[in-house]
C-alpha cells in the first residue's frame, strides 16, 4: 500500500506544470558625477511576483540596489518600485538582469519593466529612457556611416562566460575571395574580449570611415544603437530603427 501511494504520488508531481523564469535585460544606464540611473518595476499582474534582480557595473561585478541589499524582489499585485543602483563613483554604463519566475505554464509574464538615466547638462535635468532588450546568440550588425553619425553601439554579455566583439571600420571598399557577397576591407579593425557579465560601448565612427561593421562571439549578447540626444553632449538614447541580425 506505501508503495501504491509513493508511485501515485510520484506521478502526480510528474504531471504538475513546471514554472519557468522569463529573462529581461535593461543595459546602458548611466553612471557618472553628472549621470544616474533608476530601473523600475511594475506588477500589472493580480498575484505576488517574485524577481530576482541581478544589477552590474560595467566591469561586469555585481552592485547592491539602494535600500535593497537583496537579489530578490517581491511586488504585490498592481505595485509599482524604482531603485537605484548602489553605485557612487564613475563607472560607465551598468547594466540589469531581472528574472521573473512564472509558477505554471498556465500564467503568463505580468511585470513591466523599464529603466531610465538622468544626466545636469548646463543646469537642466536631461532624462532618456532604457528599453529592455533580450540576449542572443552571436548577434552583428552592418550598416552605412551615412545613417548611424555619431551613434554608438552598446554592448552587454549576459553570460558567465567571456565573450569575443570583432569591430570593422572601413572606408567602403570592397574585396571578394570567390564566392557572390563582398567583404569590406577594414582600414582599422578592433577584437575586444569582453568579461563574464561585462558592458562596453563602441563609437560607429572612427576617422573617416564610411562603413562600419560588428560581429560578435558569445551564447548571450545584447547589442543596442544608441543615438546622441543633442550634440556635443554625451547622453545618448536608444534608437529603435536599427535591427541586430543572429
Not at 70 to 77: A, E, G
Not at 115 to 136: D, F, H, I, K, W
Not at 179 to 208: H, K, N, W
Not at 217 to 227: H, N, T
Amino acid at each position: 500500500m506505501a508503495r501504491f501511494l509513493l508511485l501515485v504520488a510520484a506521478a502526480a508531481l510528474a504531471t504538475e506544470p513546471a514554472p519557468r523564469t522569463v529573462e529581461s535585460v535593461v543595459p546602458a544606464l548611466d553612471y557618472g558625477p553628472s549621470c544616474w540611473s533608476s530601473l523600475n518595476l511594475h506588477n500589472l499582474g493580480d498575484r505576488v511576483v517574485t524577481l530576482e534582480v541581478e544589477a552590474h557595473r560595467a566591469g561586469g561585478a555585481l552592485v547592491a540596489l539602494l535600500d535593497h541589499p537583496r537579489l530578490t524582489v517581491s511586488l504585490n499585485p498592481g505595485q509599482s518600485v524604482s531603485y537605484r543602483l548602489d553605485i557612487q563613483e564613475e563607472t560607465g554604463d551598468a547594466w540589469v538582469k531581472v528574472r521573473e519566475l512564472v509558477p505554471s505554464p498556465r500564467f503568463a509574464p505580468v511585470v513591466a519593466v523599464a529603466g531610465t538615466s538622468e544626466c545636469t547638462v548646463n543646469n537642466q535635468l536631461r532624462t532618456t529612457a532604457r528599453e529592455v532588450a533580450y540576449p542572443t546568440r552571436n548577434p552583428w550588425f552592418a550598416g552605412d556611416i551615412s545613417e548611424i553619425s555619431g551613434n554608438v553601439i552598446s554592448l552587454v554579455n549576459t553570460s558567465e562566460r567571456t565573450a569575443k566583439a570583432l569591430l570593422c571600420y572601413s572606408a567602403g571598399n570592397l574585396y571578394s575571395t570567390g564566392a557572390s557577397e563582398l567583404t569590406p576591407i577594414c582600414s582599422e579593425s578592433l577584437d575586444v574580449q569582453v568579461p563574464p557579465f561585462g558592458a562596453r560601448q563602441f563609437p560607429v565612427t572612427r576617422g573617416d570611415n564610411s562603413h562600419f561593421s560588428l560581429k560578435t562571439q558569445g551564447s548571450a549578447i545584447v547589442l543596442e544603437m544608441l543615438r546622441p540626444l543633442a550634440t556635443g553632449v554625451k547622453i545618448y538614447t536608444v534608437d529603435s530603427t536599427i535591427r541586430f541580425q543572429q
